[in-house]
């Protein structure tokens, strides 16, 4: 139902749609929550039941990884694993927790066709990112291998990525990064299978090494779980020039609840 109120939006032109369309639209296509579908004021929200309990990451986290603390730690401090096992990239941040609401967000985009959400979720992530945003030179979002991109028809982090862009007036790299090969999923694989699955997936296409070179590079990901998938795009990026790396995804997954 969003998605085609999102199109009629678009076909007849987003200004005059508002003024004139949008009374009409929200007869046909009453506004509900993205979540559960409760009827709620407007288009692209969700309802109070829902916001109740998304579990937005804010400070105090960690400086690194972004992972919530349960007490401020002060400035500049660093969870356990950030010391222990430090980061292919500079940090992560994300808009909150992998769980309820923000999970069925994330698998609504991803599994159900509903690109139409993309545009919610990267505002939130622009709030989530928006120093690190404000300070980098170009948004790249990670590839999905051909194979996948063309039985899925769409890549949920290059539609994060695009509005995104069109948020902060970044340009987006969508044919910088490749990936080389199609990688199995990493649920239920040990770290060092995941480490295995994803060795040279991705690379720089060839002609593109300047887009990276030099430059301050936000990562897009829908979802940060186990980090393999990010972190070997980031040692690639790296490898290529880029000298700041920030991960920015919508929801984040933490091995244990806090």
């Known amino acids: 139902m969003g998605w085609d109120y999102l199109k009629?939006?678009?076909?007849?032109?987003?200004?005059?749609?508002?003024?004139?369309?949008r009374p009409l639209l929200d007869i046909v296509y009453p506004p509900a929550c993205s979540v559960c579908g409760a009827r709620t004021q407007?288009?692209?929200?969700?309802?109070?039941?829902?916001w109740s309990r998304m579990r937005f990451i804010e400070r105090p986290y960690c400086d690194v990884l972004g992972i919530p603390f349960r007490q401020d730690q002060g400035e500049g401090a660093l969870c356990a694993q950030a010391i222990a096992e430090p980061?292919?990239?500079?940090?992560?941040?994300?808009?909150?927790?992998?769980?309820?609401?923000?999970r069925s967000?994330?698998?609504?985009?991803?599994?159900?066709?509903?690109?139409?959400?993309?545009?919610?979720m990267a505002q939130?992530?622009?709030?989530?990112?928006?120093?690190?945003?404000?300070?980098?030179?170009?948004?790249?979002?990670?590839?999905?291998?051909w194979t996948r991109l063309a039985w899925r028809r769409f890549n949920q982090s290059a539609e994060l990525a695009r509005h995104l862009s069109r948020l902060t007036d970044k340009p987006m790299l969508a044919t910088t990064l490749r990936r080389a090969k199609r990688t199995r999923r990493q649920v239920g694989l040990t770290a060092s299978r995941r480490e295995d699955n994803l060795r040279a997936a991705f690379r720089i296409v060839p002609g593109h090494e300047n887009d990276v070179f030099g430059k301050r590079i936000?990562?897009?990901?829908?979802?940060?779980?186990?980090?393999?998938?990010?972190?070997s795009a980031a040692r690639v990026l790296r490898r290529a020039?880029?000298?700041?790396?920030?991960?920015?995804?919508?929801?984040?997954?933490?091995?244990?609840?806090i």
């Open 8 to 21: 009629i939006e678009s076909d007849f032109g987003r200004a005059h749609a508002s003024a004139l369309l």
């Open 42 to 50: 407007r288009h692209f929200a969700i309802c109070p039941d829902c």
């Open 87 to 102: 980061p292919s990239f500079d940090r992560l941040r994300a808009v909150a927790l992998h769980e309820g609401p923000a």
């Open 105 to 120: 967000l994330v698998h609504s985009l991803k599994y159900r066709d509903r690109t139409d959400l993309a545009r919610m």
């Open 124 to 145: 939130w992530m622009a709030r989530a990112g928006a120093a690190e945003l404000a300070a980098c030179d170009a948004i790249l979002p990670i590839p999905l291998h």
């Open 218 to 231: 936000i990562l897009v990901d829908d979802v940060f779980t186990t980090g393999a998938t990010v972190s």
């Open 241 to 257: 020039g880029a000298t700041d790396i920030t991960v920015l995804s919508f929801a984040m997954a933490l091995p244990e609840p």
